[in-house]
């Protein structure tokens, strides 16, 4: 049945702004600020960097959407204009690695804010289980009801704009000085860092991250081949403006040596400075609701993946995968092992973050480094269009495309500047995870 086109520009906007800003401006800013060394100048020159690389990375796969026949997004794209088998190689990672590891960290990341809420000792081991705590209840919430899941997610999106914007807002007229640390806070100065810099990239990416799953809706916007990417140029611009606003708003409140310095707890300072130690509990509140609609984000698309793949014969047991529980309109087992696959992942995080193996940084970041490099293929496919004369544009299949390569390069370097030990060996670990899925569909044999 053919999709009508019944989303405008505005609608096609204002998904993208909203699908990518998420959890990760919130307790990003001090890594982008320690990357950097502290200088903001280099600090404004990485977002605007990650900006570009999501531009022209949305607006070349536009292409491919706007002539998909398929649904499934992205592994959509590699399974039709590419190959099955590249399709669940691509979605074994995005099943067992992808989403896992970012519901993982956000998950444990609101875990850090209700600690900071409630005065609760902040230790890693409360951290981690108020984490699982959340995932827990978000994917059974979203399994046994997707209306309460999507109700959630509306009023989360709107939420999390509030904070934002009015940081952002308070911060131009900012006249006071900068507060003093807390005597349990041991002070970091800025440094030089050189080419260093390009680390902060890794949580840039992480912070833009979710435009992607935009494109998903390219058949429904109305003259959609020229719409979208007029969309997919304006959306991130937008988030560009929104994170660039935040970010120079919480250093004109509280100073960068306090952010270098406080880390996530940063954010807990602007509120106090801002209202005393009511705005402190108040602003902390809309960011955990805010950082809480990632994780039932998150989980409502996670829940559905495998029963995607078991769908397209791409996992063991696919037939027992993919049953559906008519009642719910979804399957309990694909639930269920996108459930334990995150639990793992969130024990993973847990030891990296105890034994400091990834200096600061974490799991999801490196994921999605990974995913930028897988989407070189696509990119390159949309080139071969332009050649076969199917995308008469230049800048469409030529220009863009380049860029959005260059792009994925760029967080490439990033994501190995940020760990240059385990960055490689966390990204090895993905692309055999890429190999094994590829395999199994040769096994199997799955498409072509």
């Not at 605007?48 to 398929?70: D, P």
């Not at 106090?272 to 902390?284: N, P, R």
């Not at 799991?363 to 076969?388: D, H, M, N, W």
């Not at 370097?413 to 030990?421: E, I, K, Q, S």
Request: aromatic content about 14%; hydrophobic content about 50%; charged content about 10%.
């Amino acid at each position: 049945m053919e999709k009508k086109e019944h989303y405008g520009l505005s609608t096609a906007v204002s998904m993208i702004v909203g699908i990518s800003i998420g959890s990760g401006i919130f307790f990003k800013s001090d890594d982008i600020l320690k990357a950097t060394g502290g200088s903001v100048w280099l600090g404004v020159l990485v977002f605007i960097i990650g900006a570009f690389c999501v531009i022209f990375g949305s607006i070349t796969l536009s292409q491919l959407a706007s002539r998909s026949t398929k649904e499934g997004g992205i592994i959509s794209y590699y399974e039709e204009f590419v190959s099955s088998r590249l399709a669940s190689a691509f979605g074994w990672f995005q099943m067992l690695v992808y989403f896992p590891t970012i519901t993982a960290v956000v998950s444990w990341v609101s875990g850090i804010y209700t600690i900071s809420l409630l005065n609760f000792p902040s230790t890693l081991e409360l951290q981690t289980l108020l984490g699982f705590l959340y995932l827990s209840f978000f994917f059974l919430l979203n399994y046994l009801s997707y209306k309460l899941g999507g109700a959630f997610q509306n009023l989360t999106t709107i939420v999390k704009m509030i904070p934002l914007i009015g940081v952002a807002l308070i911060g131009l007229f900012w006249t006071q000085g900068a507060p003093m640390l807390p005597k349990d806070v041991v002070a970091v100065e800025s440094s030089i860092v050189g080419w260093g810099f390009l680390a902060a990239l890794a949580p840039i990416a992480f912070s833009f991250d979710g435009w992607i799953v935009s494109t998903s809706i390219t058949q429904e916007v109305k003259n959609h081949r020229k719409t979208m990417p007029f969309a997919l140029t304006i959306g991130p611009l937008i988030v560009l403006s929104v994170y660039l606003a935040f970010f120079l708003g919480m250093i004109a409140i509280v100073g960068t040596e306090y952010i270098l310095s406080a880390g996530d707890q940063a954010i807990s300072q602007v509120g106090y400075s801002i209202f005393g130690a009511s705005g402190e509990k108040i602003l902390l509140i809309f960011v955990l609701i805010a950082i809480l609609g990632v994780v039932n984000g998150i989980s409502l698309g996670y829940i559905r993946l495998p029963q995607t793949l078991a769908s397209k014969h791409m996992l063991p047991f696919s037939g027992k995968i993919a049953q559906m529980n008519d009642k719910k309109g979804l399957s309990p087992y694909s639930a269920l092992l996108a459930y334990l696959i995150t639990v793992f992942w969130l024990v993973i995080h847990f030891l990296t973050q105890k034994y400091n193996i990834l200096a600061g940084g974490d799991i999801s970041e490196i994921a999605i480094v990974f995913s930028y490099v897988a989407y070189v293929i696509l990119y390159l496919k949309v080139i071969g269009l332009k050649k076969t004369g199917h995308i008469k544009s230049a800048f469409l299949g030529t220009t863009a495309p380049i860029l959005g390569i260059f792009g994925s390069i760029i967080i490439l370097l990033g994501g190995l500047t940020a760990n240059p030990v385990y960055s490689p060996l966390f990204l090895l670990f993905s692309g055999t995870i890429c190999l094994l899925g590829y395999f199994y569909g040769v096994r199997t044999n799955v498409g072509r």
